[in-house]
Each structure stands twice: as structure tokens, then as C-alpha cells.
């Protein structure tokens, strides 16, 4: 499968734990994003990458909420002391950049929070 | 920031009539305007997209306007079939593969 994938699919949690999410992109795509959806919703962005580098943060993000693309390929989200907020479906994306528009989603990470 | 209104929120038709959905935006720096199309459960999935220096795409039975100067961009989609059920997402992008704001969505539901 050559699109993008995202690991687990499906998370349960208790308030209070941390829970980290991965994405891995389309071969050599430049540009990783991350989203949240909530039922009903459109995509809401929550951050990208340009190769390893992180650009944008939006103000969704709180504190508690990091993410990382060391090499420049897959990602990590990860969210410290869950709260029932946090529930949702995390979608992760990538685009070639260069100039290159159109972002390619995965499956999402459906993240419970009890 | 980017805002996007999207309209209707619900839309029923009759198979093998058309579908127009609409979405209008404020900032006039937006230049990339994408569709996509989400199933219950399943990622969105690109359908069609325009940039600002065009005014319309087609490709197969959907289609894509743009007016500009109104701010406004619409889905067309023609001849529409039972498997085009599903919540259509629009968005727009300001700057050059940056993030994409989406619109509400709206829930095409297409009737034998």
C-alpha cells in the first residue's frame, strides 16, 4: 500500500495517560499535517512538517500535545494527560511540497478518551 | 483568520440528477481550493481541486467553479449515482502547501 498509513487505528484510554500516534506518509512527500476531526466536523489543523522541520502550530495545540518528524519521514503525535476533549479522529496527511499542492489523508487514529 | 461557509448542509437528490454544492470564503489571499469526499468511517479522499488562476475544472461528472471576485467556489456533480452518497468536505489553502481550512460539510444523500 503506497498511501498513507497510520498506527493504531483505533485508541481507548483513561483520562490522565499519555497516548502517541504515528503516521507514516506517501514515499518521498515532503509535507506531513496533522488534523483532528470531531463528529460532524470538518478537519481541523493542528500542525506540519516540511521535511523535519516544524512550521505551524495551530492554537488547538495545547501544551499538551507534541509532534515530531526526526528523519524527516514518519511522524509522532502524542498527547500527555488525555482529556475527554481530546476524543476524536486524528488524521494525519502529506503532499509532495515543492509546489505541488493537494494533501493525501490516511485512515485516522480514533482516539477514546473514559 | 480563514473562514469557510458551507451550504447546504444536507442535500438529497434523485439518482441521475445534479448536485451543486457551495462554499463561500473572506480571505482573498486564498489561492488553492480543494473538494473531498468522506464515507462514514473512511479517510477523505481528494476529489477535485482548482487553483485561483482558473475558473473551472471538470473532470468526469464533477466539476468545480470558482468566482473570485464574489469569493464563492462550487462542486457540480451530474448524473449523480447511489455510491456519491456520502459527507463532501470543501477547503481552501492561503500561501502555497500550507494547512487547509475546511468548510462543514455537507451530506449528499442520492435516492434510487
Known amino acids: 500500500d503506497t498511501g498513507v498509513s497510520q498506527n493504531p487505528r483505533h485508541k481507548i484510554t483513561k483520562r490522565g495517560q499519555n497516548v502517541t500516534f504515528r503516521c507514516d506518509p506517501i514515499?518521498?512527500?515532503?509535507?506531513l499535517y496533522w488534523y483532528r476531526q470531531t463528529l460532524g466536523q470538518g478537519p481541523e489543523f493542528l500542525t506540519y512538517?516540511?521535511?523535519?522541520?516544524?512550521?505551524?502550530k495551530s492554537r488547538l495545540l495545547s501544551d499538551r500535545f507534541s509532534a515530531e518528524r526526526p528523519k524527516g519521514s514518519f511522524s509522532t503525535l502524542e498527547i500527555q494527560r488525555t482529556e475527554q476533549g481530546d476524543s476524536a479522529m486524528y488524521l494525519c496527511a502529506s503532499s509532495p511540497g515543492q509546489g505541488v499542492l493537494g494533501q493525501f489523508f490516511g485512515p485516522g487514529t480514533r482516539l477514546t478518551v473514559l | 483568520g480563514e473562514n469557510v461557509e458551507q451550504h447546504p448542509s444536507t442535500l438529497s437528490v434523485q439518482e441521475g440528477d445534479s448536485a451543486v454544492i457551495k462554499c463561500t470564503y473572506s480571505d482573498s489571499a486564498s489561492n488553492y481550493f480543494p473538494w473531498y469526499k468522506q464515507e462514514l468511517g473512511k479517510r477523505p479522499q481528494l476529489i477535485i481541486d482548482i487553483r485561483s488562476n482558473v475558473g473551472e475544472k471538470k473532470d468526469q461528472r464533477i466539476a468545480v467553479t470558482l468566482n473570485k471576485t464574489a469569493k464563492h467556489f462550487s462542486l457540480h456533480i451530474t448524473e449523480t449515482q447511489p455510491e456519491d452518497s456520502a459527507v463532501y468536505f470543501c477547503a481552501l489553502e492561503v500561501g502555497g502547501g500550507n494547512k487547509l481550512t475546511f468548510g462543514t460539510g455537507t451530506q449528499l444523500k442520492v435516492e434510487l
Open positions: 514515499s518521498e512527500h515532503n509535507r
Open positions: 512538517f516540511q521535511n523535519e522541520a516544524q512550521l505551524e
